[in-house]
């Protein structure tokens, strides 16, 4: 398959053809076995090569274009049920947009790979004008000296008409490579420091999180055997190496940790291959976009990635469905425009891990639920630490475009900690109140993102998913009350880069305080829009009542999420308090 | 974190673009200080 490929076909003649096949796969593998002297990397190539046909890793890379006519461009890559599309190209006709990405080819798996380039359009739908199919097994596979092939980009309307070409290249990665990378992955999760290297403790964290309870009773064994020079400290290569033993032994993955897909003990590389895949996702480690049900919906661009937010929020489907999550699209009231919220990919991949799937939140009753308590204290403590100011800068540089420091109160050496600075006050006047005289006029509490609704009804209808939720849940029975069903509901969700004090939005009496202790789900909508996960009636939070003359009782509920547990009120029980007013603030801590 | 807010059933009609935004799972981008709503109760007395 494929059209009109500017390369020879591989001769035919099945023995022949067989032996042509391994020998330029071979050439076409980026095989580093000798620098590298174990055996389960080499078994696992013998497999491939053994079985006549291809399981692994392709990285397909879409390089560049050429069409009849000027436009902004883009592309889309459909294998199987998943499609992924690039960025949108400058005005030319000679588009270029390098962009990457892993596929997974397995050996009876869908290995056609369909690409469509569309012209955008800002007002209309982007219109589809050229598209080719390729068999990837072949261009893997295909003898030459170039390091691209170039198609042939047919008319939809006329498969005899050629509209442009395009470049693209496709490889494969070596299985060893592939091990070391997703034991490099998986050991950035439960890696806190940021050295590299595992100690016990984040060692048996993270066999925890495996969810294997036989891999859990002998943590200490198994360290003792990944740690193979002793020193006290497990490397990427020596976890690799303990993944690769235990994988022929005992696996110590029953279920991929991220999608919950069961994992096929007999089918060792398409395991690793699957968890490589999906740990990658969402990581920023690949340019292009996924989380695409066809080219259609994929070319709708910005509007399709608000639906798909919007409409695919209970991730019925497995994660993989929202895998563009770690951009959320939120609506800027002052700019009246749609913005990009980031997230770092690696605490959406930890996300979607834990939330996303019956098995992830399965995981929370072995032990996770503990685990996401003693990171946010382990976490609070650090934050604490005068050395945690030196990630400042660099926080801020992050955030660069959203963090003004010319609305914070103090300069940057002011902060002596993360803390402190996570805390930042701002200058007096920096957030004008509205109608400052009338107190029947409410106002948001805080810097952050917010869904508002009439009800607990319509809350459920349009973005809370967890089954458990209510009002009564919610705000606990001391301070319940039939005033408040069928209330209205308004949540201010706060991000990591937002000023992170929050405020009195009506005038009134502070009644009272009431703690309601629980766990540390993060408040993401992740985890929020998750049936699996009850975030608001399960985490650790505060109630507070406001008695008002305009308003009646308003109840407040601060609620800790991980990482950020720490919750400080600045007002006490009985105090008057002025809509506007400082109430309190949110810390690194459990 | 997250603040939430409840108020009693028809306390307060809060403003209609951040309902709508909502009711299209789309949150909005807001600062403190930025209004939220009016009580109903002054609403009611102003159109008696």
Redesign the interface.
């Known amino acids: 398959m494929g059209h009109g490929s500017s390369k020879e076909d591989s001769p035919s003649g099945s023995k022949e053809e067989g032996s042509s096949r391994i020998s330029h796969l071979k050439q076409r593998l980026h095989l580093h076995r000798h620098h590298h002297g174990r055996s389960s990397g080499s078994s696992s190539y013998q497999k491939i090569l053994a079985a006549g046909g291809f399981a692994g890793i392709a990285l397909l890379t879409l390089i560049h274009a050429e069409m009849k006519f000027k436009d902004k461009w883009l592309a889309c890559v459909s294998l199987g049920e998943q499609t992924f599309r690039t960025e949108i190209s400058d005005h030319t006709d000679r588009p270029v947009w390098k962009s990457e990405k892993k596929l997974l080819l397995e050996k009876n798996g869908p290995h056609v790979a369909r690409i469509s380039v569309f012209e955008t359009n800002r007002l209309s739908r982007n219109n589809l004008i050229g598209y080719c199919e390729i068999d990837l097994l072949e261009v893997i596979i295909r003898d030459g000296d170039s390091d691209f092939d170039v198609f042939d980009l047919l008319d939809p309307s006329s498969s005899d008409i050629v509209v442009g070409k395009i470049f693209l290249s496709c490889s494969v990665e070596d299985p060893i490579e592939t091990e070391k990378r997703f034991a490099r992955r998986i050991l950035s999760i439960m890696d806190y420091n940021d050295d590299a290297k595992l100690s016990f403790s984040e060692f048996s964290d993270l066999i925890n999180a495996f969810g294997n309870q036989l891999a859990a009773d002998k943590k200490e064994e198994l360290f003792k055997v990944a740690d193979k020079n002793g020193d006290g400290i497990v490397c990427a290569d020596e976890l690799a190496a303990l993944l690769a033993i235990q994988q022929e032994k005992e696996p110590l993955m029953n279920r991929c940790p991220v999608c919950g897909e069961i994992l096929k003990v007999s089918d060792k590389l398409n395991t690793m291959v699957h968890l490589t895949l999906c740990f990658d996702e969402g990581t920023g480690n690949q340019v292009m976009t996924g989380g695409f049900l066809t080219d259609k919906q994929a070319a709708y661009g910005w509007m399709f990635k608000l639906s798909e937010w919007a409409h695919f929020s209970s991730y019925d489907i497995g994660i993989n469905s929202g895998s563009s999550s770690s951009h959320i699209l939120v609506f800027d009231r002052k700019t009246k425009r749609l913005v990009e919220e980031l997230i770092d990919g690696k605490i959406v991949l930890s996300m979607r891990a834990i939330y996303q799937s019956k098995i992830g939140l399965g995981l929370m009753d072995k032990g996770a639920k503990e685990l996401l308590q003693n990171i946010s204290e382990k976490h609070g403590r650090r934050m604490n630490l005068a050395e945690s100011a030196q990630d400042i800068p660099k926080f801020v540089e992050f955030f660069k475009d959203q963090i003004r420091l010319s609305e914070v109160k103090y300069p940057l050496e002011h902060f002596k900690t993360f803390n402190e600075f996570f805390i930042r006050e701002l200058k007096p006047g920096a957030r004008p109140i509205a109608c400052m005289e009338r107190d029947d006029v409410a106002i948001c509490s805080a810097d952050c993102r917010l869904m508002a609704f009439k009800s607990a009804d319509d809350s459920l209808r349009f973005w809370v998913k967890g089954r458990k939720f209510s009002i009564q849940g919610l705000l606990g029975q001391d301070v319940y009350s039939n005033a408040f069903i069928d209330g209205a509901l308004v949540i201010f969700r706060l991000a990591p880069q937002d000023y992170h004090r929050f405020h009195v939005p009506v005038s009134g009496t502070v009644e009272k305080f009431v703690n309601i202790p629980g766990c540390l789900y993060t408040v993401n909508p992740i985890a929020v829009n998750s049936k699996y996960c009850n975030v608001f009636t399960e985490n650790k939070r505060v109630v507070s009542i406001i008695s008002t003359a305009d308003f009646g009782k308003v109840a407040l509920v601060a609620i800790g999420a991980t990482m950020v547990g720490s919750i400080t009120f600045s007002k006490k029980e009985g105090e008057y308090v002025k809509k506007g007013d400082e109430f309190g603030y949110f810390s690194f801590g459990g | ?9 028809d ?2 009609e ?2 209609e ?3 709508s ?19 109903t ?2 609403l009611s007395e102003i159109k008696l």
């Open positions: 974190s997250t603040v939430i807010c409840v108020f009693e059933k306390a307060i809060i403003d673009d951040l309902l935004n909502s009711a299209r799972s789309l949150e909005t981008l807001v600062q403190v200080g930025m209004k939220l709503g009016v009580s109760r002054k």
